[in-house]
């Protein structure tokens, strides 16, 4: 088959989940026989060189062409963000010509990058890998001055998605809140995870370790509480990964904890910024046990990646990827979202023996051997393209509402005529404040 892939972020110039879960399954589908090729770029991509690794041939979305494509989506102006999503969506679309020459294309929910693929007729097969949708994000860390575009969104996505030729992803629960919205199945295929030689660390670490965003949906509050109950009792955890906005554009995330735990953040929640991917499994490696504690998550690598390791993980039942976690047999696991049971599961673990510990990190690394091994994983994809590809696309189209609300169409004039029905006073406030405020940063 030839497959074409448009994705929004692939090693090495990336470090999300999204790269991870591509960069562990498209060389072993490369290996399987079959052409690979990949699209990488966004709303917020950068044109880097083309190259091509294992088998699979990566291109880079044009930064250049989505600019000159905005002024198709200028009726959006009022939310720039969606305007840029679909002006990527759209250039992605072009770039590729259309997906003409493939037997199937595969993209993601995040970014609206399937929008062109659902509605055109023109296009190949299409799987549709449900990732962690914007819409998805923004209802489980809504920013209050997002709201607009958030609401927008999730109704599109539900409505196009509902008409969607295939759909997939790799958790249980993701597949399942999916079938409750849109009123059809979801397919389920767990994620491919490569065998990796055990890494050595340079010593253990007596301190717990989280590797993610600091972000609200990850779970920052929760820890920061659940440490706050030990009290006396409670380890050190060691944050990795960047800070982000917490309810709105101008408040960091990390600021927020400084101010709200002020006895925990910085003293036994420890943020030490990011690291390299090695340096991350390095630390990982060192880390006396690994918590994931996702108030939501579609998945979340850094789960598999401690099991892979041999670690003894603690993992919320708000991330997918704790389908693969037997209590006291091969992790742990606590409610999502509740500071006492992860404060409970806390401290479970540290009564554990150094010799428990390692006999339920064993079988954590089983696990992962036994249920994410990328050959079968590859196979279980590649029986789902081949019989899409058989069966032909979905037989319902979506309606013409839809295929205007985000198709390309003719430049308004005035985009932002829109603000004329807005009272003057309000407006002239408005950007009184705004400027005032920018005068005050500088």
Partial sequence: MRLLFIIPEYPPHSGGGIATFYSNTLPEIVAQGHQVDVLVGSAFTSKLPNYQKDGVNVEFLNENLISSNLYKFNRYQAIPEFQRHLAAAWTAWEQVNEG???????????GMLFAPWIISAKSPPTVVQLHASIGQIDFHDPQVDSQLQGNLVRLLEVNLLSVADQLQTYSQS????????????????????????????????????????????????????????????????????????????????????????????????????????????????????IIVPSIWDVFNYTCVE?????????????????????????????TAGDAQSLANSLD????????????????????????????????????????????????????????????????????????DRLPLRELANYLLERSLKKLVKR
């Fill in 100 to 110: 003409q020459g493939y037997d199937l294309v595969e993209t993601t929910d995040w």
């Fill in 348 to 419: 479970i673990l540290l009564s554990w023996s150094q010799a428990k510990q390692e006999k339920i990190g064993k079988a954590a690394q089983e696990t992962i051997q036994t249920f994410l091994n990328p050959k079968l994983i590859a196979q279980q994809r590649l029986e789902v393209y081949e019989k899409l590809i058989k069966h032909g696309r979905h037989s319902i189209s979506p309606n013409s509402w839809l295929i205007e609300a985000v198709s390309p169409q003719k430049s308004l004039e005035k985009p932002l005529a829109f603000l």
């Fill in 174 to 289: 993701n597949a399942q809140a999916w079938k409750q919205l849109i009123g059809r199945d979801v397919s389920y295929i767990p994620p491919a995870m490569p065998l990796v030689p055990n890494i050595q660390p340079f010593k253990k670490s007596a301190h717990g370790l989280v590797v993610g965003r600091i972000q609200y949906w990850k779970g920052t509050t929760i820890v920061c509480e659940a440490l706050r109950l030990l009290g006396e009792k409670a380890p050190i955890i060691d944050w990795i990964g960047r800070d982000t906005t917490y309810r709105d554009f101008n408040t960091s995330m990390a600021a927020y904890l400084a101010q709200t735990y002020p006895d925990i953040w910085g003293n036994k929640a420890q943020p030490l910024g990011t690291f390299s991917p090695e340096e991350t499994r390095q630390l990982q490696a060192m880390a006396k046990f």
């Fill in 306 to 334: 401690g099991m892979a390791q041999g670690q003894t993980v603690l993992c919320s039942l708000g991330a997918g990827a704790a389908d693969l976690i037997t209590d006291e047999v091969n992790g742990l696991t606590f």
